[in-house]
């Protein structure tokens, strides 16, 4: 029996929902592949702050780190969006990236065919994507220096971030995203605006000398405007892209909503060492909270993750993904997938139904 120690953060709005369903995936998978979860819940986001006044308190901080990986739902909600910067939900997430040094987000998007006329894109065009989005997490604009909210000499408010990347943010992220692509198709593109500014020139230096190290993978570049573009003219060209923080923000929403619904994607923050951290590419969706219409499959698909990258389970991990299509097969939808002739179900069936196909 192998024994896992899981921080739990289930955040705000829809959160609590989903990751109910993750944890009983879990629980079912433990004992059909003897493995002993000790889950831990910790707060973080707005839950945190009506609990201690801070979006992520010490304490959480101090059980993400003493476990062997961490499950995060979603974070945010309306009533935060007036707070002071440093108390907002937001800055709470941004927090435990840093804390956790989690400076890779690897977010796949890939379409399943049950679901590809729940695209917006026409079937030719999404059929058979199946994308990788290497996201700089730590770093970048998020959390550039000098930021905030400044007088000018006039009076004048002058707000300011600062995009800077060093040689070995640069390295470190371009190492494993070469990794990555080896993996898969060996095609790697690297996404900057080097056309335009001086971080993505020395991102695009940085890159290109890093090639030599990996002369089996295919290395291209492209600005980042023309990414958008193509991700929607032709996603199929695209197998693993490597971007900066804010750009890979942006472009994995737009990846993810080439398969259907961002309620399907999950995503793993990794690091140097443990623990990983597993969420959905999603929020938190205050929208429709509490009223059982969330789609938990990116959860337990960011669950799934949690076991093969962060630890190294992958037979598991394939188990809850074949669950999940075969739930797929039978026609389930949530109501951000639904489509004609399927069944309409809410979260808590939608988990049901996953954990009756694990069997
Ligand atoms: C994401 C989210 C976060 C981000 C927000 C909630 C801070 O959009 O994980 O993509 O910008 O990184
Ligand atoms: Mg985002």
Redesign the pocket.
């Known amino acids: 029996m192998t024994e896992y120690r899981i921080t739990l953060l289930a955040g705000d709005g829809i959160g609590p929902e989903i990751m109910a369903v993750a944890v009983e995936v879990l629980q079912v998978i433990g004992r059909q592949f003897d493995l002993q979860f000790e889950f831990q819940s910790a707060l973080l986001g707005g839950a945190a702050i009506e609990a201690t006044g801070e979006p992520l308190p010490a304490a959480t901080i101090d059980t993400c780190k003493a476990s062997d990986a961490v499950l995060l739902a979603a974070?945010?909600a309306p009533q935060y969006d007036t707070l002071p910067r440093h108390l907002r939900?937001?800055t709470g997430?941004?927090g435990i990236r840093s804390a956790l040094q989690l400076f890779a987000?690897l977010r796949p998007a890939k379409i399943l065919p049950q679901l590809i006329d729940a695209s917006s894109l026409k079937r030719e065009v999404v059929e058979g994507v199946d994308i990788m989005v290497v996201r700089e997490?730590t770093g970048g604009i998020?959390f550039g220096q000098p930021k905030g909210i400044f007088a000018t000499e006039s009076g004048e408010k002058r707000g300011v971030n600062t995009m800077a990347y060093t040689e070995l943010e640069i390295d470190r992220i371009g190492r494993l995203a070469f990794e990555t692509a080896r993996k898969r198709t060996k095609k790697l593109c690297s996404v900057d605006k080097a056309n335009v500014l001086d971080v993505s020139q020395l991102w695009r230096d940085r890159i290109t000398a890093l090639a030599a190290e990996y002369p089996d993978v295919e290395l291209s570049h492209m600005y980042v405007d023309n990414a958008a573009m193509q991700l929607v003219r032709n996603p199929r060209q695209f197998d693993t892209i490597v971007t900066g923080?804010l750009f890979g923000?942006i472009l994995?929403?737009e990846a993810a909503m080439l398969t259907g619904s961002i309620g399907m994607l999950p995503?793993a923050s990794v690091g140097a060492g443990k623990p990983g951290l597993f969420?959905p590419?999603h929020?938190s969706a205050p929208d429709i909270a509490g009223q059982d219409k969330a789609n938990p499959i990116a959860q337990v698909l960011s669950a799934a993750m949690m076991l093969k990258y962060g630890l190294n389970q992958p037979a598991a991990s394939d188990r809850i993904e074949q669950a999940v299509m075969q739930v797929l097969n039978d026609g389930k939808r949530t109501g951000d997938i639904m489509s004609e002739g399927m069944t309409a179900v809410g979260c808590q069936a939608m988990g049901a139904a996953i954990v009756q196909a694990l069997g």
Do not use: H, Q
């Open positions: 974070i945010g939900p937001e997430l941004l987000n997490l998020y923080n923000d994995s929403d995503s969420e590419v929020g």
